[in-house]
């Protein structure tokens, strides 16, 4: 077992490797937020009304979106390097203040789902490390709180198996990020992953990462989930084949 969780590591550097499905050449593939959980509705056909203010993590801060614009239109980007806006307000420690830029093509009801969607993917990311950092923890309902099937499950799963053969995660991973689409009840970010401050060591404090590279592209998907607390999830990790560079 810890020969493969090695192998894993090796290939991959992050902890988010675990998570993530392979994709050769359509990233923008998503799962079906029915099928992700019992207990999720499916992204309902209808837009709703404006999401409740993301719960942050157990700092206990809440970070808001900014406020969108009132036409209903929805926009999606494929470059990196298109025209942006601002980035939603950023709030509390360095994962609430990760960078998330907005291309300014995106308005209207996809901006307002933009807004809602990155505190969460940002929450996500905290507790991806601190879940790795700190594996025999309990953490399946903190990280429910902000991710959904299939991810939930297979970041849990590694989580347990670290605890299991005691590994952990040391230092944290950065991220500069960009939506590259969204519409009123999905949102897709495209981040720059920097795992050059991650390792990861064995029990007796070893590193078992091994050389691989440091900084690279990741997607993100997040879908609206309308029961009754109206929340968004980051559902779906998606890692370019081969490894894109950043």
Not at 114 to 141: G, H
Not at 217 to 240: G, I, R, S
Request: hydrophobic content about 40%.
């Amino acid at each position: 077992m810890k020969r493969q969780i090695a192998a894993l590591l090796t290939a991959t550097v992050l902890p988010l490797a675990a998570c993530t499905a392979t994709s050769a050449g359509n990233s923008d593939t998503t799962p079906d937020p029915a099928a992700s959980s019992p207990t999720m509705a499916a992204p309902s056909s209808i837009a709703p009304t404006a999401p409740d203010p993301v719960r942050s993590s157990p700092s206990g801060t809440v970070a808001t979106s900014t406020p969108a614009n009132s036409a209903t239109s929805s926009s999606t980007t494929g470059a990196t390097n298109s025209s942006t806006s601002a980035a939603t307000t950023a709030t509390g420690d360095a994962y609430g203040a990760i960078p998330v830029a907005i291309p300014d093509t995106i308005t209207g009801a996809a901006l307002n789902a933009a807004n809602a969607a990155i505190p969460v993917w940002r929450n996500a990311m905290r507790l991806y490390d601190e879940s790795m950092q700190n594996p025999e923890d309990k953490w399946e309902t903190k990280i429910r709180q902000f991710v959904g099937d299939p991810a939930a499950i297979t970041q849990l799963s590694l989580v347990a198996a670290f605890a299991k053969d005691g590994m952990h995660q040391v230092g944290n991973t950065t991220y500069t990020a960009e939506v590259v689409k969204a519409a009123a009840h999905n949102v897709q970010i495209r981040a720059c992953v920097d795992a050059s401050r991650v390792d990861v060591v064995n029990a007796d404090g070893t590193s078992i990462t091994g050389g691989s590279a440091k900084r690279f592209l990741w997607e993100f998907n997040l879908d609206f989930y309308p029961d009754e607390v109206h929340h968004w999830l980051l559902n779906l990790v998606t890692k370019p084949n081969p490894t894109k560079p950043c």
